[in-house]
């Protein structure tokens, strides 16, 4: 069973910077996409940024020029560089990955970010 693992969550300052990393307990299995996602309170689970296996990469409008999302060789990391942020990019961010053969969705466990000052 392959397990997301999301790493590098916590508070910071409005206008500062966070990454965020997530590791497949596996590798070989065929993921066409790994993302990220975030859920803030009283709100819907929303895709961040995403990034596919060709390299492809797609943005929310709220953080197009701002967050950077990248995807490793191996394909078992995927890390979201988080910067400018504001107190409105507070939520839980959860790891996504879609396996293509057979069509499967993980998520990770998710991980707090807290934009305050």
């Known amino acids: 069973q392959v397990q997301l693992v999301e790493s590098g969550g916590g508070l910071v300052q409005p206008g500062g910077s966070l990454t965020l990393s997530c590791v497949a307990s596996?590798?070989?299995?065929?993921?066409?996409?790994m993302g990220w996602y975030r859920q803030a309170p009283g709100k819907q689970r929303e895709l961040v940024a995403g990034?596919?296996?060709?390299?492809?990469?797609t943005y929310s409008d709220s953080v197009k020029g701002r967050f950077t999302i990248s995807r490793d060789s191996a394909e078992r990391t995927v890390a979201l560089q988080m910067s400018s942020l504001k107190p409105e990019d507070t939520a839980v961010y959860y790891c996504?990955?879609?396996?293509?053969?057979?069509?499967?969705?993980?998520w990770g466990r998710g991980t707090q970010v807290t934009v305050s000052s």
């Open positions: 596996q590798s070989g299995f065929s993921i066409s996409f």
């Open positions: 990034v596919t296996s060709g390299g492809s990469t």
């Open positions: 996504n990955a879609v396996r293509s053969i057979p069509p499967f969705t993980y």
